[in-house]
């Protein structure tokens, strides 16, 4: 079985920054491709950043250099950055972990608010 738990979420001011982590285990790190979703109420879940085994990493459209994804296999764990919250940002984010053999997992997600 799987576990991803991410962290890191909470209350934002505007202009602050944010970094929220996932861990994984250090084989699913290494062999899964994995990717950060946001959620807002009302609408679909939606890809912000994933990066594969080889350590390619690719940014949905919007994010237009806004998010930085990194990932740490030592520690088993993957991150999303981003400094300059606004409040387009506030959303529940989710840590996804995909094998090759298309099994898909999921975190509980963090809830991140950005307001004053």
């Not at 807002?40 to 998010?67: C, H, M, W």
Request: charged fraction near 20%; aromatic fraction near 10%.
């Amino acid at each position: 079985q799987v576990h991803l738990v991410e962290s890191g979420g909470g209350l934002v001011q505007p202009g602050g920054s944010l970094r929220l982590s996932c861990e994984a285990s250090t084989t699913v790190v290494r062999l899964y491709t994995m990717g950060w979703y946001r959620q807002t109420p009302g609408k679909q879940r939606e890809l912000v950043a994933d990066i594969s085994p080889g350590g390619g990493i690719d940014y949905a459209d919007f994010v237009n250099g806004r998010f930085t994804l990194s990932r740490d296999e030592d520690k088993g764990s993957v991150y999303l950055e981003r400094n300059n919250q606004q409040a387009e940002g506030t959303a529940v984010y989710f840590c996804n972990g995909q094998s090759n053999s298309g099994f898909s997992y999921w975190g509980r997600g963090s809830q991140v608010t950005v307001c004053s």
